[in-house]
């Protein structure tokens, strides 16, 4: 059996939100993972220093199985795009998981499909999310029924970890883990706002 896992990417999309979950869904027996966008061709990252490629039309795939929304800068503007709304909401319809990481929950919040919700998204934009519909929480992962939420940028791993488990078991999921040699040993304790200092949030804030 396959499964089509939808990434749709944009210009200003932050690079690992995408790759992170297709390093661990690409590994999973039978996936097709599909780079998509409004209109095939480069999608540069909001840095701008990093292109990633659609090779097609969001259009092409109206019913994945599995839809996971990247984040980045360039989500202020797809909050707004009715055309890309519209795929989220049909995709949405048929799909087995619909995911997102970062700033990605805020499209699928526009889209409606968080809605009395638990959701999260990059801590920044919390509040945000929660205008949208959501009841926003600080946690890396949420699970919410067919809907997963993830927190910022690396915490995208987890979510496909973990999506991965309902998918296809907690063993494969494990396998793929040890694949990628995900082992996470961060030199510094300050990944989240309950372990860094004010100091070090302050400054995370300026360099958003």
Not at 137 to 146: A, H
Not at 175 to 190: K, S, T, V, W
Request: aromatic residues 4%; glycine residues 10%.
């Amino acid at each position: 059996m396959t499964m089509d896992v939808a990434i749709p990417i944009f210009d200003g999309l932050t690079a690992l939100d995408a790759i992170g979950p297709y390093e661990v869904l690409s590994r999973l027996p039978g996936a097709r993972v599909h780079f998509l966008a409004l209109e095939p061709g480069a999608k540069r990252t909001g840095n701008h220093m990093l292109a990633l490629t659609a090779d097609e039309a969001l259009s092409e795939m109206p019913h994945p199985d599995v839809i996971v929304f990247p984040g980045g800068p360039g989500t202020d503007t797809l909050m707004h795009d009715e055309a890309v709304l519209a795929w989220v909401r049909q995709a949405h319809e048929r799909s087995q998981w619909t995911t997102s990481v970062c700033t990605g929950a805020l499209v699928l919040g526009a889209a409606g499909i968080l809605a009395g919700l638990e959701a999260t998204t990059h801590w920044l934009y919390l509040e945000q999310l929660g205008e949208l519909g959501a009841t926003p929480v600080s946690r890396r992962v949420v699970e919410q029924g067919k809907v997963i939420t993830a927190a910022g940028v690396s915490s995208g791993i987890d979510m496909a970890l973990v999506l991965a488990a309902r998918i296809a078991g907690e063993d494969v999921a494990q396998a793929i883990q040890l694949r990628i040699e995900y082992d996470p040993q961060p030199p510094f304790d300050a990944g989240s706002t309950d372990k860094a200092s004010p100091e070090i949030i302050e400054l995370a804030r300026d360099r958003s």
